[in-house]
């Protein structure tokens, strides 16, 4: 391997380490700006839990408290339909963007106070009535009681999403290196400062490193002394059929939603458990999800069963994102920990990522999401 991340001139190089969601969406936009890319990553692209997602752009579902996460997810959903037709665009493929919001329905007198609590600070977002949201939604189960409707809460397909982003940054110039696990961050003695990369196959040396190793991303930050508070969250999902469609919007309640895709199936989902890096979708807990999500939509009982899957979330324990840069490792920058919201976070991540690598004023105020609040942890 060459010791050199590009052969482009004069272009600033970058390496982004993973190629999940967030790894491909920096790349994008990195190439975009000017930088000569190479992405790298273990296994194939888009393998983990960017492609076991259900592809939610669930700003308003996802949110339980108003402030900086709040705004920074609005970000991402209002980049969202302009980035993906780009990427459609550049591609030539389809990222299945659905514009139809999301019926969250409570089904329990606990989770019907909750959604109302809600309404004092969420933006586009109106009570429904039972009545109502059977209108809206006629196979509903008769005993929900009400609840939110999300108009702006819209999904895409994430293995769709996958192959247009692939395809969008291979005609963008990225270099792209599967198969290539990262072993760790090569730094410059005395500063600290990154300076590339050690892989299987080689060191490989770059002007910026991109953190994007999702669940994976301790292990790399452990020899720099900073011991990242990240754990594997496992989900599992099912996908189902019905001979007619059963609804329009994304159904979601505590616990379980069911997404109804382009294709005329729906991704029910999922499960939270932390179980190391297993990902192996097990029998007793598809067999709940599926009760769950018949006791939503009672038609769903005897849907046809399409495939089942798990994938690990990349968790971490304030449930906030490592985001920006830390002044002990200069030339590095994170971009992972996305959590439940991976998917909607990646144009405000990936557009965020390319204003650090040029040194611009960054979209969103990152003092929230700063590594250094490991740092601190690691510390004490
Ligand atoms: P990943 O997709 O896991 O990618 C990280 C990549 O880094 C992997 O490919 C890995 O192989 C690679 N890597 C790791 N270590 C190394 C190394 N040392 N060297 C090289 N490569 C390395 N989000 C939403 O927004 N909406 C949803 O509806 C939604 N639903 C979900 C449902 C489920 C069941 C799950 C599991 C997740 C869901 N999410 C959803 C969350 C979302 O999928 C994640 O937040 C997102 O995929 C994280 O992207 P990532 O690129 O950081 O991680």
């Known amino acids: 391997m060459s010791t050199d991340s590009s052969h482009s001139g004069n272009k600033p190089t970058v390496i982004i380490v993973g190629g999940g969601i967030i790894g491909c969406s920096a790349a994008y936009e990195l190439s975009k700006a000017g930088f000569a890319c ?23 579902s996802e949110t339980h408290q108003p402030g900086p996460y709040y705004e920074l997810c609005r970000l991402s959903q209002q980049l969202y339909r302009a980035w993906t037709d ?6 030539g493929l389809t990222g299945q ?40 939604e006629p196979e509903l189960t008769a005993a929900v009681r009400g609840g939110l409707y999300l108009p702006a809460d819209h999904h895409v397909h994430p293995v769709w999403l996958a192959k247009t982003l692939q395809a969008a940054i291979a005609r963008q110039g990225c270099t792209i290196r599967e198969w290539t696990p990262v072993i760790r961050l090569l730094t410059e003695p005395g500063s ?74 729906y991704i029910v989902g999922a499960t939270q ?20 999500a018949a006791a939503l939509l009672p038609r769903l009982a005897d849907a046809e069963f399409v495939s089942t899957w798990a994938g690990l979330r990349p968790g971490t324990r304030d449930a906030l994102p490592f985001l920006g840069t830390w002044d002990a ?34 979209s969103a105020d990152l003092a929230p999401f700063t590594p250094a609040r490991a740092a601190a942890d690691t510390a004490a």
Not at 203 to 218: E, K, M
Not at 253 to 259: A, E, L, N, R, S
Not at 273 to 292: M, N, Q, S, W, Y
Not at 346 to 361: D, F, H, K, N, W
């Open 38 to 60: 190479t992405l790298i990553e273990k296994g194939a692209l888009n393998q983990e839990a960017s492609t076991a997602a259900a592809g939610m752009l669930g700003a308003q």
């Open 86 to 91: 780009e990427l459609e665009q550049v591609s």
């Open 97 to 136: 963007y659905v514009a139809e919001g999301i019926v969250r329905a409570a089904l329990t007198e606990e989770d019907e106070a909750e959604l109302r609590g809600r309404l004092s600070w969420i933006r586009d977002a109106e009570w429904v009535q039972p009545a109502e949201m059977l209108k809206l």
């Open 192 to 265: 600290g400062r990154i300076r590339g990369i050690q892989t299987s196959e080689g060191p490989l040396y770059a002007d910026l490193v991109v953190l994007a190793a999702g669940a994976w991303s301790p292990a790399l930050t452990e020899p720099l002394g900073l011991s990242l508070p990240m754990f594997p969250v496992k989900g599992q999902c099912i996908s189902l059929k019905t001979e007619a469609p059963l609804i329009r919007s994304t159904v979601f309640t505590k616990g379980c939603y069911v997404v109804p895709k382009r294709d005329g199936s």
């Open 273 to 292: 458990t932390e179980a190391g890096f297993d990902k192996r979708p097990t029998a007793k807990v598809i067999g709940e999800l599926h009760a769950k």
């Open 329 to 362: 490792a200069p030339g590095l920058i994170f971009a992972t920990g996305h959590y439940r919201n991976g998917i909607l976070l990646a144009p405000a991540t990936a557009r965020i990522v390319s204003e650090l690598a040029q040194g611009r004023p960054t």
